[in-house]
């Protein structure tokens, strides 16, 4: 099983890096989003899947990244890469900062609060004129198509990376025990602040360091657009269609979304919303644990038998 | 070496446990009873630092362990087996006792593994199962042999007999004495008042928040009102 998936993996790999050779730059630009959600989607899922932790406010990192690493070459003259490392860092730490607090709350509170994060980011970063105000900020135009694609590409696959590596680490099983049983946790003696606390940097820091590519990608950025919730949304929807917690989850769900996007445009343009929100709700009826099924559900024990299908066997 | 003053407790305005005083000493078998809503349950999570209490202290072998975080508790060598055991249900038998190891470094988590396997044999048949399919009292054996697991040197059992038939919860209180005996002081919160106390050296019953009795445990069983009132004798 575990060779199986491995060779999935390197295929569907090798697949998207040949993609731009076989299509045109409509389809680059597209997979470049699709790389770029399944990336999001994969932060996200640290805290939401991983940890049991659902957050409505993710796209405060993506927000933070890019106006900071804007702000820093514009405002500072950076060379780019280093605005970028430091927003990306910056943004790591306010997420550990911000999580010892917030972490202390739990289920729709915990969601609530870090909805009211995001907005509360976009308030202050649209007030403040270091990071462009609400005009937004205008970055140089450089690279091109493929080689934001390439890089997308491979934030995607160090997303995938880093979900994998937890999810078979000792910190993995930290994470897993937090979201089975929180006090049950506490009482094996696993410092359960710190260790949420870590899984939200470490989402805030992928989600940052996509926000710092799509800025230059885009070459003008502005708070209501990189603070727009409907990108936490869509990580939040992505993580659940693939399996929340899997580590291949977050990018099959970026996938089917980004495609289904596509196909929904194509019939209308005017209903592709629609056609995309009634699609959705199929999947979470008939597959409420996604396409991969909960790799390891923290809650219930489902006795094994015909009617679980596991994607790990 | 375990010592409980004036402790008081409360959830906002509510006062749950007033001035309570409570002392153990190495190698006893205490069992605290008293009906439900007493605030057995507030004691002992109150004790592993999972509620913080308004006033008093609770000191082991020279630390005081209010405002301290459960897991720095928990390394001190306290350990809760909680009401409703509390499982970690999706992951198997074997990776919750590891669990019970977490903040162990050293090289005999193997071997006391294998002793859980010696205790509970069932657990060992089923050390790949998923914790959420076990019985119940397969699943309260898998949270004593989680809690065994940490080594501690003060266990917290908070009642093991809830939904279990009489001759496993005999059975797992046997277990009790047997624990002791391996060197771990044991706070037994119990509602089978009758077995907890044949088994324990000393015994403080809770009434209301507060402590009403306490006594060497055959003292307990014989006295009249305890037994009319727990024992409906």
């Known amino acids: ?313 | 070496m375990f010592t409980i003053k004036g402790l008081t407790v409360g959830y906002g305005d509510t006062k749950v446990l007033w001035d309570i005083d409570l002392e153990i000493a190495p190698g006893e078998i205490i069992a605290l009873i008293g009906v439900n809503g007493a605030g057995k349950t507030t004691l002992l999570k109150t004790i592993m630092g999972l509620l913080s209490p308004q006033s008093g202290s609770i000191s082991y072998r020279g630390h005081e362990l209010s405002g301290l975080d459960t897991h720095s508790i928990v390394k001190l060598g306290l350990n809760l087996t909680p009401q409703g055991r509390l499982l970690f249900t999706g992951m198997s038998v074997e990776e919750n006792l590891l669990m019970g190891a977490y903040l162990r470094h050293d090289s005999d988590v193997g071997r006391d593994l294998k002793y859980i396997y010696d205790l509970f044999p069932r657990l060992g048949e089923r050390r790949r199962q998923r914790a959420g399919t076990l019985s119940g009292g397969e699943q309260q054996m898998c949270a004593l042999g989680r809690s065994l697991m940490s080594r501690p040197s003060l266990l917290l059992l908070d009642e093991m007999s809830l939904g279990l038939a009489p001759i496993v919860v005999e059975m797992l209180l046997d277990l009790v004495v047997e624990i002791r005996r391996q060197g771990t002081t044991v706070l037994i919160v119990e509602q089978d008042v009758e077995e907890a106390l044949r088994r324990a050296d000393r015994g403080y019953v809770l009434e209301g928040g507060r402590i009403a009795m306490s006594g060497p445990a055959p003292e307990l069983l014989n006295n009249t009102s305890l037994r009319i009132a727990y024992l409906g004798l």
Request: with cysteine; proline share 4%; aromatic share 10%.
């Open chain 1, 1 to 313: 099983m575990k060779n199986k998936s491995l060779i999935i993996a390197v295929l569907a790999l090798l697949c998207a890096f040949l993609l731009p050779l076989l299509t045109n730059d409509y389809i680059v630009q597209v997979a470049t989003e699709i790389a770029m959600y399944a990336a999001l989607a994969a932060g996200w899922n640290l805290i939401g899947g991983i940890t049991g932790y659902p957050s409505f406010g993710n796209v405060a990192f993506f927000g933070l990244g890019a106006m900071l690493a804007g702000a820093f070459s514009v405002n500072w003259h950076w060379p780019y890469w280093l605005a970028g490392i430091v927003a990306v860092l910056l943004t790591g730490v306010l997420g550990f900062i911000l999580g010892l607090p917030i972490l202390r709350l739990k289920g729709h509170y915990f969601s609530i609060a870090t909805l009211a994060l995001a907005e509360a980011t976009l308030a202050i970063v649209t007030n403040l004129q270091f990071l462009g105000g609400g005009k937004g900020t205008s970055l140089p135009l450089i690279g091109s198509p493929l080689l934001f694609y390439y890089i997308m590409l491979a934030i995607a696959c160090l997303s995938a990376l880093i979900t994998y590596l937890i999810v078979h680490s000792q910190y993995g099983n930290t994470l897993l025990a937090i979201k089975s049983d929180e006090s049950a946790a506490q009482a094996v003696g696993i410092n359960t602040v710190l260790a949420k606390s870590t899984a939200f940097a470490l989402s805030a820091f992928l989600g940052s360091m996509v926000g710092v590519v799509y800025a230059i990608w885009q070459s003008y950025i502005d708070p209501p657009t990189v603070f727009e919730p409907g990108i936490t949304v869509l990580m939040l929807v992505m993580t659940m269609i693939g399996g929340a917690g899997t580590v291949a989850g977050p990018i099959i769900g970026a996938l089917i979304i980004g495609i289904m996007t596509q196909l929904a445009m194509a019939v209308s343009q005017n209903a592709s919303s629609l056609i995309l929100g009634l699609a959705i709700i199929v999947v979470v009826l008939f597959l409420p644990q996604g396409i991969l099924g909960s790799h390891r559900s923290g809650k219930g024990g489902k006795r094994p038998g015909k009617h679980s299908f596991s994607w790990r066997g």
